[in-house]
């Protein structure tokens, strides 16, 4: 059965500190994908990224960027330079895929506090 | 626009009444699934569908039922609601299994007392 485990409940952090957000998976498939999503205070899921297994290659957009290592199993959300505004729950998810059945199994979340 | 959506957006019921959430999507996506989240547990697969007429048991579907009559909507009913499933329901969809993209409906925060 597939696990995804972020070992973080709670961070935080002043405004402007950079933070690193850690999930680590465990699948048997060889193919897959990871994600990252964001829940604010309102309560709606928002995605941030998709990563295929066969594509290591690291991620920036804007402020955000995620490292993928096969090697470790693990997908590592950083957040430079935060802001207030990046308060919010943060999953991390991996979708399995045997052909007959298919969900997201998620982490249990780190909740990122940026205070002033 | 391509969307997942969900209603009520709250609910307060009591316990032992009879409930239904709605779960529409406007993207011809194949798959449907329901999930619930609780705190320090992330986020649980209820059920599932692969297509119309085909549903399945994910990790906690006791107490739940559902139905997939046409491919668009795929409600979650609660046919005697109990404190414990007090909870926030998000439905998804996709295109097809495993494809890497669920669209996910805005949540429904549901309390039983």
């Known amino acids: 059965a597939q696990k995804v485990t972020q070992a973080q409940t709670e961070i935080s952090v002043v405004e402007k500190e950079d933070v690193t957000l850690d999930c680590v998976y465990e699948?048997?498939?060889?193919?897959?994908?990871l994600f990252w999503y964001k829940q604010p205070p309102s309560g709606e899921l928002v995605f941030l990224i998709r990563?295929?297994?066969?594509?290591?290659q690291n991620e920036i957009s804007g402020r955000y960027s995620w490292n993928f290592q096969k090697s470790t199993s693990s997908f590592n959300f950083t957040i430079t330079a935060s802001q207030v505004v990046d308060s919010a729950v943060y999953f991390c998810?991996?979708?399995?895929?045997?052909?007959?059945?298919?969900?997201?199994?998620f982490g249990t979340g780190t909740r990122l506090q940026v205070t002033l | 626009e391509a969307q997942v959506t969900q209603n009520p957006r709250y609910l307060i019921t009591v316990t032992g009444k009879k409930l239904t959430v709605t779960c529409s999507q406007n993207?011809?996506?194949?798959?449907m699934s329901w999930y619930r989240q609780d705190p320090g547990l992330g986020l649980r697969q209820i059920y599932y569908?692969?297509?119309?007429?085909?549903?399945d048991k994910g990790d906690v579907p006791e107490g739940y039922k559902v139905s997939r009559k046409e491919k668009r909507n795929f409600p979650l009913i609660l046919e005697s609601p109990s404190p414990n499933q007090t909870s926030l329901y998000f439905c998804?969809?996709?295109?097809?299994?495993?494809?890497?993209?669920?669209?996910f409906g805005s949540g429904t925060r549901l309390t039983v007392v």
């Open positions: 990563r295929n297994s066969f594509d290591e």
């Open positions: 699948t048997r498939d060889t193919t897959y994908y």
């Open positions: 993207m011809n996506h194949e798959y």
């Open positions: 998810a991996l979708s399995e895929n045997t052909g007959t059945a298919s969900k997201l199994t």
């Open positions: 569908s692969m297509n119309v007429e085909v549903t």
């Open positions: 998804a969809s996709s295109l097809a299994i495993n494809t890497g993209g669920y669209t």
